[in-house]
């Protein structure tokens, strides 16, 4: 595999996104979402480096199941805290074609948000990409298939500290035995 982003990066790339998160929202309460399972990793280390009061919670989206290529995208928030009225940060780890972050959005206000912004690890620059853009973004990467700090193939690779472009023969060798 090949790194795009250590660890140290990884670790002011976030410390810059809780800067800019904080500047926007001047100590205002917030409710915190992490978009399951990705963004676990971002989440914890995200949510202590924010100064503001925090509610937090979570919400699971899920497309890519076993592929490098978006299928159906569907949403569980049984596990969801109450949101209305609430300004809401939903925090996922990567912006592809932004499927996954627009609904959302439109989800969290259909369930009476005051207001809902999104903070994402990576936004990848390509094609085809929902015009509902993220509000913070740590680092923006080329159009190619990433794992590490949260983000998976095949549940795998998601404990890396630091984001890798898999290889043609990773991503064979870890379909066929994980797949
Ligand atoms: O911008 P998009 O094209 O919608 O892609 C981004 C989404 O894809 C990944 O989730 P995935 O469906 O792989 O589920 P996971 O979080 O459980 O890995 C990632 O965690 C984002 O939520
Ligand atoms: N692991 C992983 N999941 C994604 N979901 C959308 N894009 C990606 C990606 O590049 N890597």
């Keep these: 595999m090949r790194t795009l982003i250590t660890e140290p990066q990884l670790a002011d790339g976030v410390s810059r996104l809780a800067g800019e998160i904080d500047r926007h929202y001047q100590g205002r309460p917030i409710t915190v979402v ?4 990705g ?4 989440f914890a280390d995200l949510i202590r480096r924010l100064s503001m009061p925090q509610r937090v919670g979570v ?6 199941r076993g592929g490098t290529r978006p299928g159906e995208l569907v949403i569980d928030a049984k ?3 109450d949101v209305k009225n609430r300004d809401v940060l939903l925090v996922d780890d990567i912006f592809d074609t932004g499927a996954t972050i627009a609904k959302l959005r439109d989800e969290l206000l259909a369930f009476g948000a005051a207001s809902v912004a999104t903070a994402v690890l990576l936004r ?3 094609e085809n990409q ?3 853009r993220p509000n913070f973004v740590a680092f923006e990467i080329p159009d190619e298939f990433v794992v590490g700090y949260g983000l998976d193939f095949h549940d795998m690779y998601r404990n890396l500290p630091f984001i890798a472009v898999l290889e043609p023969d990773e991503i064979a060798a870890t379909a066929a035995e994980f797949g």
């Excluded at 992490?34 to 399972?37: D, F, G, P, W």
């Excluded at 919400?59 to 890519?64: C, I, N, R």
Aim: charged share 10%.
């Design 34 to 37: 992490a978009v399951l399972t």
């Design 39 to 42: 963004s676990v990793v971002l």
């Design 59 to 64: 919400v699971q989206a899920s497309s890519y």
């Design 79 to 81: 596990m969801l805290i």
């Design 124 to 126: 990848k620059v390509r």
């Design 130 to 132: 929902h015009t509902v």
